[in-house]
C-alpha cells in the first residue's frame, strides 16, 4: 500500500492495533498514522519507506518502528514523530532502519526511553539522526563507539541510546562527553588516537575519529562523531 493508500484517520480504526505494515517495490511505500494508535501488549509498524507519526503511539509493553521494511528500493526510509505526538512504551521504543541512508527526526520522551539502530551503511553522511533539544535541561550526549552514543537528559525524559548513526544533528547546544574506557575500543591495549577536526567538505561539522592502529575484534579505524558546531 502506497501513502495515499493507507492513511490512518480515525483513533476508533486505530485500537487494539498490534502490527501494520506497508510493502511494495514502489518508492512511495510511507505509512502515515493520523489517529491515535492503542495497543495491548507490543506495537509493530512497519514502513517500506518513510513512517510519519502525527498521533501518539501508545502500547502496554513496547514500540517498535521499522523504516525502509524489506529494503526494496534504493532510497532511505525517514521515520518522524511529529510534535506533539508522543510515544508511551514502558519496555522502551525501537526504531530501526535498513541498507539505505536513513533519517530519524524526533524529540525525547517522557513515556519511553528510545533505542535506534540506523543499520548500514557505515559511512559519512549515512543514517542521520535529528534530534530536537530545544529547551531542554542538560542534554549530554556521551559517545561509546563508532556510531553510537547515549543521550541523557534531565528527568523526566529518558534517553535516547543509538548505534550505526553516522550524523548527529541536534537543534540546540548541549554536553559532548568521550571517555575511551567506555567503549568498544576503548579497552584493547592498544593506543587510542583520536582526532578532534572540522569536516573539509562540511566546515560547518566537528568531526570526531579514531586514527592507528586495528587490534581487532573491537578497535576500528574511523569516524566516532559527526554533527554541527555549537
Given at each position: ?5 493507507f ?15 506497508t510493502?511494495?517495490?514502489g518508492?512511495t511505500?510511507d505509512?502515515v498514522v493520523?489517529g491515535v494508535v492503542?495497543a495491548?501488549?507490543?506495537?509493530t509498524l512497519?514502513?517500506g519507506?518513510?513512517?510519519v507519526?502525527?498521533f501518539?503511539?501508545?502500547?502496554t509493553?513496547s514500540?517498535t518502528?521499522?523504516v525502509?521494511?524489506?529494503?526494496n528500493d534504493a532510497?532511505g526510509?525517514v521515520f518522524?514523530?511529529v510534535?506533539p505526538?508522543?510515544?508511551?512504551a514502558?519496555?522502551g521504543?525501537f ?6 541512508n536513513?533519517?530519524?527526526n524526533f524529540?525525547?520522551q517522557?513515556?519511553a526511553?528510545i533505542?535506534?539502530d540506523?543499520l548500514?551503511?557505515p ?12 529547551a531542554l ?13 547515549t543521550?541523557t ?11 550505526s548513526?553516522e550524523?548527529?544533528?541536534p537543534?540546540?547546544?548541549y ?8 567503549t568498544?575500543f ?5 593506543a587510542?588516537?583520536?582526532v578532534?577536526?572540522r569536516d573539509?567538505v562540511v566546515?560547518?561539522?566537528l ?5 592507528g592502529?586495528l587490534n581487532?575484534?573491537n578497535?576500528?579505524v574511523?569516524?566516532i562523531?559527526?554533527g554541527?558546531?555549537a
Open positions: 500500500a502506497k501513502a495515499q493508500d492513511l490512518c484517520n480515525q483513533a476508533e480504526r486505530l485500537e487494539q492495533l498490534a502490527r501494520v505494515e510493502a511494495d517495490n518508492a511505500d505509512l493520523n492503542n495491548t501488549g507490543a506495537l512497519n514502513a519507506d518513510n513512517a507519526v502525527n501518539n503511539l501508545i502500547a509493553t514500540v518502528v521499522n525502509d521494511a524489506a529494503d532510497a526510509g518522524s514523530l510534535l505526538a508522543t510515544i508511551t514502558p519496555t521504543a526504531l530501526n532502519g535498513a541498507a539505505d536513513d533519517t530519524f524529540a525525547p517522557t513515556g526511553a533505542t535506534l540506523g548500514a551503511p559511512t559519512v553522511p549515512g543514517d542521520i539522526l535529528n534530534i530536537d533539544i530545544s535541561t542538560n542534554p549530554l550526549l556521551t559517545l561509546q563507539g563508532q556510531g553510537a552514543g543521550w537528559f534531565d528527568a523526566p525524559l529518558q534517553p535516547v541510546v543509538y548505534t548513526i550524523t548527529v544533528v537543534d540546540d547546544a554536553h559532548l562527553r568521550l571517555l575511551a574506557s567506555g568498544s576503548g579497552n584493547t591495549g592498544v587510542d588516537n583520536i578532534i577536526r573539509s566546515p560547518t561539522d568531526v570526531i575519529e579514531r586514527t592502529v581487532a575484534p578497535d576500528f574511523g569516524v562523531f559527526q554541527p558546531l
